[in-house]
């Protein structure tokens, strides 16, 4: 015989591809070879190169007794899902605290839970893919989010309808330009009327920058220079290029650049002449905020704010004031006319309201570029009245 072939062990024994395998039970065939022995009916093959049936699972290994053998494929019903083929395995071991699922599982109990703890329920639509989310969309989206994932990858969040805050409203376009005072290649000087605030705020309406597409096409800019309160007019610096941008921003830093206001007051100082050195603060309330003087931080500091003034007309209660802000604080001019104890005209905040607006105006703006800008402002037409009661003649810069 060929050395390759193997002898069969018995003159009835048919040799096999796998000389170790272990005939499937019930079959009648080899039934013959199975003798019964012990109490309990455990088969015990008999043929030479059988294998030994294998430990249960938790049994030790010195058993004298073996529990019973598998009833073999020849009775099993697929729909019987109840029972089970496998030997029972010792208390407390994972056999126990956590069941094949497919054989006696619960339909909805995919993962039992361990001993004593009751499994919890997935709510609907929430069941994740079975290799703990190492899943890719076929199309588009971010992958979710799992062990396997690929690092810097974050899931999208998945963000309610309900909860989606809405696209904010366009901005209003504005049907007329603004009267330009200077306007070259780098800078636009522009007079802002009273009540247009530079920036959009809460109150919605026409801003400033607006204006902005209308005064230049490039892709940076145009910037704002300096600000003014919304409730006075006059002179706007608005830079169209970078470089004249910071070189007026140091202007101002460096208080080389002149910024005069003209304001009309109640009662009026009884000089000439005169300055203000005073140190403002902002101050917040349940109604807003505004800005008082800070004596206790005199001396210099981020608080300084220092104004020129002087008197260029004067009526029965009523002065024309020439104002030079040294410093621009916000809401300086206001606040250091309303503490020397005469208010500008019109001052909501720091005096009494008029029917008529504040009587401030950004009169004057001087630049020391190349060359040197200087320009002036018209007043408005509601401060024209009291500017005639002091004197003022509309020949007049």
């Known amino acids: 015989m060929p050395p ?9 024994a048919r040799p096999t591809g796998k000389p170790h395998a272990r005939p499937r039970a019930g079959n009648p065939d080899k039934a013959r070879d199975r003798t019964q022995d012990g109490p309990q009916g455990t088969q015990r093959d008999t043929r030479q190169g059988a294998r030994r049936p294998a430990r249960p699972h938790g049994a030790p290994r010195n058993a004298t007794e ?3 053998a598998s009833p073999g494929r020849a009775g099993f019903n697929p729909t019987d899902r109840g029972t089970t083929d496998h030997p029972a395995a010792r208390p407390g071991t994972r056999a126990t605290t956590r069941p094949n ?3 006696g599982a619960q339909p909805g109990a995919r993962h039992n839970a361990p001993a004593g703890r009751a499994p919890q329920a997935k709510a609907p639509g929430a069941r994740g893919p079975r290799n703990g989310g190492n899943t890719r969309p076929r199309s588009g989206g971010a992958a979710p989010h799992g062990r396997h994932d690929r690092p810097g990858r974050a899931a999208a969040a998945h963000v309610a309808p309900d909860t989606l805050t809405p696209p904010a409203p366009p901005r209003p376009v504005p049907t007329e330009p603004l009267p330009v005072l200077y306007q070259d290649r780098h800078v636009v000087i522009v007079n802002k009327p009273a009540g247009l605030p530079v920036h959009a705020g809460p109150r919605g309406g026409l801003c400033v920058e607006d204006w902005f ?3 230049s096409r490039r892709a940076d800019g145009p910037w704002l220079v300096h600000r003014l309160d919304a409730d006075t007019a006059g002179c706007l ?3 169209l290029r970078k470089q004249p941008l910071v070189a007026m921003q140091q202007a101002f830093a460096n208080h080389t650049a002149r ?3 003209w304001a009309i007051v109640r009662n009026g100082p009884k000089e000439e002449t005169g300055r203000i050195d005073l140190p403002l ?3 917040n309330t349940p109604t807003g905020w ?11 500091g981020k608080n300084a704010a220092t104004t020129l003034w002087r008197v260029l007309g004067r009526s029965r209660d009523l002065c024309w004031l020439e104002l030079t802000l040294l410093s621009g604080r916000t809401h300086q001019a206001r606040v250091h006319c309303a503490a020397m104890g005469w208010p500008i005209v019109g001052d909501s905040l720091y005096g009494t309201a008029d029917a008529r607006g504040l009587h401030l105006l950004a009169q004057g703006l001087s630049l020391p570029l190349e060359p040197a800008i200087t320009v002036t402002a018209p007043p408005p037409p509601p401060m024209q009245a009291a500017l005639r009661a002091c004197g003022w003649e509309p020949s007049e810069p």
């Open 4 to 12: 390759t072939e193997r002898r069969p062990t018995r003159p009835h």
């Open 259 to 261: 910024k005069t206001y």
């Open 281 to 283: 603060v902002r101050e």
């Open 213 to 215: 597409p209308l005064l």
């Open 101 to 103: 699922t497919r054989s």
């Open 66 to 68: 073996r529990p019973a």
């Open 290 to 300: 505004h800005m008082r003087p800070d004596p206790k931080s005199a001396g210099g």
């Open 237 to 239: 610096a608005i830079a």
